[in-house]
């Protein structure tokens, strides 16, 4: 009987992805911070999210992102004068799946704005993450500290 127990538990082990405990194939939609880090190389915080990006390349889990993410990763380039930087980042973005921002989304993000205070991009973030089945919002936002509808990973 032991012995059952520990081979269903490695069993569980193993069906598990290691950044996060998430179940493998699990889908998680992405904050643009860490999008912003991985993408910039951030000397310090891109490690805290480099995992994540691995298991989706391997095929462990599924990136999705907002529309919102698209726009406020792309402002900094803009801001710059960079429009082949910004294009580079485009592709790199969409390569994940993108969460449009529909009538039902912007619905569920006002009434998720009026329950936990939040900024309209971080309802906006958080209602893409429920209507997708999001097993998880990943962001280094510290605003979803009273979110409970589903678990928010920060990372490391």
Request: contains cysteine; glycine residues 8%; charged residues 15%.
């Amino acid at each position: 009987m032991a012995s059952r127990r520990r081979s269903s538990a490695g069993a569980e082990h193993a069906s598990k992805i290691p950044w996060a405990g998430l179940p493998l194939g699990s889908r998680v939609l992405v904050d643009t911070a860490p999008f912003i880090y991985i993408l910039e190389s951030h000397p310090v915080l891109a490690n805290r999210f480099a995992g994540l990006f691995e298991a989706a390349a391997k095929g462990e889990l599924t990136i999705a992102l907002s529309t919102i993410t698209i726009a406020e990763v792309l402002t900094g380039p803009a801001n710059a004068g960079l429009t082949a930087l910004a294009k580079r980042y485009e592709r790199a973005l969409c390569q994940y799946e993108v969460v449009p921002i529909t009538a039902a989304v912007a619905a569920l993000a006002a009434q998720l704005r009026a329950q936990h205070r939040l900024r309209l991009p971080d309802a906006l973030q958080l209602a893409c993450a429920l209507e997708t089945g999001a097993a998880a919002l990943v962001t280094h936002d510290r605003d979803f500290y009273r979110v409970t509808a589903l678990p928010i990973l920060g990372g490391g």
